[in-house]
């Protein structure tokens, strides 16, 4: 009974910074997206093809990586122009709000339009946490699976927007969209579905309508 006083101490005071963030992000004219996903979903990946569109001011856009160890991940950011802070966990599993308050005080936002969170490749605890985002996008591939939405509800069932990445390889799994984007519906039916291939550059115009949308 402790151990859960305690998780619910530290969710409620992660929830009060995760809400400071956003207000003071709002407040600023700025928005902050957080994308979800496994390891290897794409999120990297999908992040590079959509801020190297020409329709994307690459000056107006600032990114938060969060891994485990490494800045590989920020490095690439880095490479096409996109101001980049990286934040190592050292082995925890998630970000919380108050990591992100701190990497925000070290950015600078000056002109920035959009914050994106990058975060640790995980289904399970990167959910729990809100961190002060405005939108949530979780990233699932076609080579994991199309049972991921029931077994792990919570990313799906917090999520604005779900991407099916990999769409390319389809035809070599045997993943079902139909029934992946009907379980999704049933854990959240304002969730928007979309299929893409970030490696090929298709399928993308709805998120970088999410970049453009004011």
Known sequence: MKTIAVNVSV???????AAKNK????????????????PGSGKTTLLEQVLTDPRI???RVAVIEGDLYTAKDAERMEQIGIRTIQLNTEGACHLEADMIEHALSELDLEGVE??????????????????GEH???G??????????????????????VVLINKIDLQPYTNFDVERFTQDVHSLNANAAV?????????GLEPVIELFLKK
Do not use: H, W
Not at 11 to 17: G, P, R, S
Not at 194 to 202: D, H, K, L, P
């Open 11 to 17: 969710l409620n005071k992660n929830d009060e910074i």
């Open 23 to 38: 207000k003071s992000l709002a407040e600023r004219g700025i928005r902050m997206i957080n994308l979800l996903g496994t």
């Open 57 to 59: 001011d690459r000056r």
């Open 114 to 131: 959009t914050v994106v969170i990058d975060n640790i490749g995980n289904l399970v605890c990167t959910a729990e946490f809100m961190l």
């Open 135 to 137: 939108l949530r996008v």
């Open 139 to 160: 990233v699932a591939s076609v080579t994991e699976g199309n049972d991921k939405p029931l077994k792990y509800p919570l990313l799906f069932q917090t999520a604005d």
């Open 194 to 202: 979309y299929t893409c291939s970030a490696f090929r550059g298709e």
